[in-house]
């Protein structure tokens, strides 16, 4: 069985100030893993996800995301934020093969000060 | 219209009545799944389908039931609310893995229950 930890359950950050949060996952076989992104009051959207090739993954809205295997780690990273980056950000990983379902990580809320 | 619509999107209701949360879809996906969502759990899994003639317990399904009445409909019921099954619930559709697809989830808006 495959787990996710989002060590942040909080993070503030000034507007245009750069973000990173982070996920580490654990998994005995090889993974897709992914980032979702609510906004308020919203149900959650893919923003990006890593299946395979390039370890870096460039999704929506300026967000990236580096697949680390030897640390079994997939942070989220944004340069410059912006208040409309507010909401609350998922990981997620399932094994690459078979019907496996999502595994969420308990989310980071990201709050962006003006 | 959104690819994924549940109704309602906010129900209070009181302790020991019946429930009902419809979802339905347009997205053509064979694989439906429920979750309920709790402020610092993130997302559990309370039942999936993956096509109309297979239903699935996921992580916390006691006190739930659901019937998937056709490809695009599938509904979570609750015989007897309690307080604790206050949430945000989802439903959520995917397309098949492997054979096409990744499994990446697409997710409606979600519906409020409050359990008095």
């Known amino acids: 069985a495959q787990s996710v930890t989002q060590l942040d359950s909080q993070v503030p950050v000034f507007e245009e100030a750069p973000v990173e949060l982070r996920c580490n996952y654990s998994s005995s076989v090889s993974v897709y893993l992914f980032w979702y992104v609510q906004y308020p009051n919203q149900g959650l959207q893919l923003l990006l996800k890593?299946?395979?090739?390039?370890?870096l993954v460039k999704g929506i809205n300026g967000f990236e995301a580096e697949f680390n295997k030897s640390q079994t780690s997939f942070h989220l990273r944004k340069p410059s934020v912006h208040i409309s980056d507010t909401a609350e950000y998922f990981c997620?990983?399932?094994?690459?093969?078979?019907?496996?379902?999502?595994?969420f990580g308990t989310g980071t809320r990201l709050t962006i000060i003006p | 219209d959104a690819d994924v619509t549940q109704t309602p999107r906010n129900r209070i209701t009181k302790t020991g009545k019946r429930i009902m949360l419809e979802c339905s879809q347009t997205?053509?996906?064979?694989?439906m799944y429920w979750y309920r969502q709790d402020p610092g759990l993130g997302l559990q899994l309370i039942y999936y389908s993956f096509d109309v003639k297979d239903i699935n317990k996921g992580e916390i399904s006691d006190g739930y039931s659901v019937s998937r009445q056709a490809q695009a409909k599938f509904s979570l019921s609750l015989e007897s609310a309690i307080p604790n099954q206050t949430a945000l619930y989802f439903c959520?559709?995917?397309?098949?893995?492997?054979?096409?697809?990744?499994?990446?989830?697409?997710f409606g808006e979600g519906s409020r229950l409050t359990v008095l």
């Open positions: 890593y299946l395979s090739g390039s370890t």
């Open positions: 997205k053509g996906h064979d694989r």
């Open positions: 959520a559709t995917s397309d098949p893995s492997p054979g096409g697809g990744t499994g990446e989830l697409f």
């Open positions: 997620a990983v399932r094994h690459n093969f078979g019907n496996e379902k999502l595994t």
